[in-house]
């Protein structure tokens, strides 16, 4: 009995000692962070600014259309030609910048073709000859593939182109919305004695004047020079000495034209002095 008290109280005492040095769980304490009130050096958020959109002016362009230019026309070229006999010696010699103007209908309109006489046209040594009817010459030169430009020279004591003639078609390229299409037709110019010059000398012409053919035909001669009968001379195919034409005296005809014209003037002047003198004598003598 005493021992089972004994074993009691063992146990007992050692269940005490047992709650006595085991500890208790420990229960973690979070403890909060203080809260601090917000500082006035906290700096603000950085906003950047807004860039605003650009507003594309557009500008007001007028744009003008401008009507289509027509470029000036250009002159005939200076073409050669030349005329030889049989044995190749050369009788006419001519460097000439050349056009023909004709008069035409259209719709019964009066319109003119301007045709000239570019590098394509040549000599007809058919029509050509050093030894024509009673002693002439004759320069025949084809252009404009249905045109023909026929030049007669004589000779007396100078020589001179005594006459001219014009041949041509009326072709859609040079006579267009013709009222007579395909009509040909060849004019004369008649007697003429132009470019005359000594034998063995030759004409020079920079700018000279139309030429009337016929009434609405005119060969424009802008510049020239020639020669015929040249087989008669020793200049081997080569221009003799030049004589120029009238046109370049203009300068030396003005002015004495404008002396003459002052002279007059001067003149005029005096017989109005002169008389006007004598009328106020004579009053004077009726009044005494």
């Known amino acids: 009995m005493m021992l089972s008290s004994a074993v009691l109280f063992v146990v ?3 269940v005490v000692l047992g709650q006595q040095t085991t500890p ?3 229960t973690p304490v979070t403890t909060p962070l203080p809260t601090l009130p917000p500082s006035s050096s906290t700096a603000k958020p950085t906003v ?8 594309t002016v557009v500008p007001n362009v007028t744009t003008t259309v401008s009507p289509p230019t027509t470029p000036a026309p250009t002159g005939p070229p200076r073409n050669t030609y030349n005329v030889s006999s049989t044995n190749g010696t ?3 010699l001519m460097e000439a910048a050349l056009q023909v103007k004709i008069s035409y209908l259209s719709h019964n309109k009066t319109k003119e073709a301007v045709i000239p006489l570019d590098t394509a046209a040549s000599v007809d040594n058919t029509l050509s000859t050093c030894h024509g009817p009673n002693d002439t010459q004759v320069l025949a030169i084809t252009f404009a593939e249905h045109n ?3 030049f007669t020279f004589k000779k007396n004591s100078t020589v001179f182109v005594s006459s001219i003639s014009v041949t041509f078609t009326e072709d ?4 267009p919305e013709s009222d007579q299409p395909g009509l040909q037709e060849t004019v004369h110019s008649g007697k003429l004695q132009l470019y005359s010059v000594l034998p063995g000398r030759s004409y020079l012409c920079n700018r000279d004047g139309p030429v009337t053919i016929s009434s609405g035909v005119t060969l424009d001669v802008l510049s020239v020079q020639l020669q015929a009968y040249t087989n008669e001379t020793s200049h081997g195919g080569l221009f003799g000495t030049a004589t120029e034409c009238s046109s370049s005296d203009i300068s030396n005809i003005i002015p004495i034209a404008v002396g003459v014209a002052l002279a007059a003037l001067v003149l005029v002047v005096l017989i109005a002095y002169v008389i006007g003198r004598r009328r106020s004598r004579q009053k004077g003598y009726q009044s005494v």
């Not at 950047?48 to 507003?55: A, E, L, V």
């Not at 859609?172 to 006579?175: D, M, T």
């Open 172 to 175: 859609p390229k040079h006579f």
């Open 148 to 150: 023909s430009l026929v």
């Open 48 to 55: 950047k600014p807004t860039s605003p959109i650009p507003t």
């Open 90 to 92: 050369y009788c006419i």
């Open 12 to 14: 007992v005492f050692g």
């Open 24 to 26: 208790k769980p420990t």
